[in-house]
């Protein structure tokens, strides 16, 4: 069975993994609270809640199938290595149910407060049922010989395609507004965090194995974290690089968030007026 070879490592792997948990879970109140205040809902914008709750859903059920599920691990070991640890540490289960609880109550949010005319997209509805029929399919594939260990890569894949997705049309719309007013650059700087924290977390576990099978092993993992460490560095470079705020500027309020979706469509081609 796999045990740690460094207790410091293995003390130093918790730690990463709890400030990784934390550093991303906090960023989810800001805008809850917020909501809450204002009784409206009104500038923040729905594609990106349903990508996320379709993302951070994805995630839950591949962690806490490979943490939870005996089976699963045992089909895992098959395939890497009786050694091998399970990629899977209690503090990405907690963050998972964290992101889709706290997720979920902004999307009810979006449901009970004032919304003016915002929508969802159709181009948003189409791409979250594309990924949910996806895994569908691929639980009536895995079914017949129970291949268990592959259906759950496939949720870990959603998960991070949901990532790439979300974070892409930011990038462009700070591009063609040449600033980043409305954009919080604090819940960036804590992802970033998170996903330096993250990555140097499955780092110790490898060097502790002299391994580095718990990269490709968990490759949902390993990608969500490069993809998150390179946006949020695009992020920070439109923030204060490419269009820093001027200082005679007043500072942005709440309302100012642009009011473009998260994902153009044909539809909803305007901007929401606060």
Same mark, same amino acid.
């Given at each position: 069975?796999?045990?740690?070879?460094?207790?410091?490592?293995?003390?130093?792997?918790?730690?990463?993994?709890?400030?990784?948990?934390?550093?991303?879970?906090?960023?989810?109140?800001?805008?809850?609270?917020?909501?809450?205040?204002?009784?409206?809902?009104?500038?923040?914008?729905?594609?990106?809640?349903?990508?996320?709750?379709?993302?951070?859903?994805?995630?839950?059920?591949?962690?806490?199938?490979?943490?939870?599920?005996?089976?699963?691990?045992?089909?895992?070991?098959?395939?890497?290595?009786?050694?091998?640890?399970?990629?899977?540490?209690?503090?990405?289960?907690?963050?998972?149910?964290?992101?889709?609880?706290?997720?979920?109550?902004?999307?009810?949010?979006?449901?009970?407060?004032?919304?003016?005319?915002?929508?969802?997209?159709?181009?948003?509805?189409?791409?979250?049922?594309?990924?949910?029929?996806?895994?569908?399919?691929?639980? $009536?594939?895995?079914?017949?010989?129970?291949?268990? *260990?592959? &259906?759950? +890569?496939? #949720?870990?894949? =959603?998960?991070? @395609?949901?990532?790439?997705?979300?974070?892409?049309?930011?990038?462009?719309?700070?591009?063609?507004?040449?600033?980043?007013?409305?954009?919080?650059?604090?819940?960036?700087?804590?992802?970033?965090?998170?996903?330096?924290?993250?990555?140097?977390?499955?780092?110790?576990?490898?060097?502790?194995?002299?391994?580095?099978?718990? $990269?490709?092993?968990?490759?949902?993992?390993?990608? *969500?974290? &490069?993809? +998150?460490? #390179?946006?949020? =560095?695009?992020? @920070?470079?439109?923030?204060?690089?490419?269009?820093?705020?001027?200082?005679?500027?007043?500072?942005?309020?709440?309302?100012?968030?642009?009011?473009?979706?998260?994902?153009?469509?044909?539809?909803?081609?305007?901007?929401?007026?606060?």
């Amino acid at each position: 069975m796999a045990a740690w070879n460094s207790v410091h490592l293995e003390v130093l792997y918790s730690i990463s993994g709890w400030v990784a948990f934390v550093s991303w879970s906090i960023s989810f109140y800001p805008q809850v609270i917020l909501n809450f205040r204002r009784k409206s809902v009104v500038g923040l914008n729905f594609d990106f809640v349903v990508l996320n709750l379709t993302k951070h859903s994805t995630y839950l059920i591949y962690n806490a199938s490979m943490f939870f599920s005996t089976a699963i691990q045992e089909q895992y070991r098959r395939k890497y290595g009786r050694n091998e640890l399970i990629p899977v540490a209690a503090n990405d289960v907690a963050f998972s149910i964290h992101a889709v609880l706290l997720t979920a109550i902004t999307l009810f949010q979006i449901a009970i407060y004032d919304r003016g005319t915002q929508k969802v997209s159709k181009t948003c509805i189409g791409i979250a049922s594309a990924a949910w029929l996806g895994a569908i399919i691929c639980v $009536f594939i895995a079914l017949p010989h129970h291949s268990w *260990l592959w &259906l759950i +890569s496939c #949720f870990s894949t =959603i998960q991070v @395609i949901m990532t790439v997705v979300k974070y892409i049309p930011q990038a462009i719309m700070n591009f063609r507004r040449k600033s980043t007013i409305g954009f919080s650059i604090g819940n960036i700087l804590l992802d970033l965090l998170g996903g330096v924290t993250n990555y140097g977390q499955m780092a110790v576990q490898s060097i502790d194995q002299s391994s580095w099978v718990n $990269f490709y092993g968990n490759i949902g993992k390993t990608l *969500l974290s &490069l993809v +998150s460490i #390179f946006f949020d =560095i695009l992020f @920070i470079l439109q923030h204060y690089v490419l269009y820093p705020e001027k200082k005679s500027s007043k500072s942005p309020t709440v309302d100012v968030v642009s009011k473009e979706p998260l994902i153009e469509s044909s539809e909803n081609p305007h901007r929401v007026d606060v």
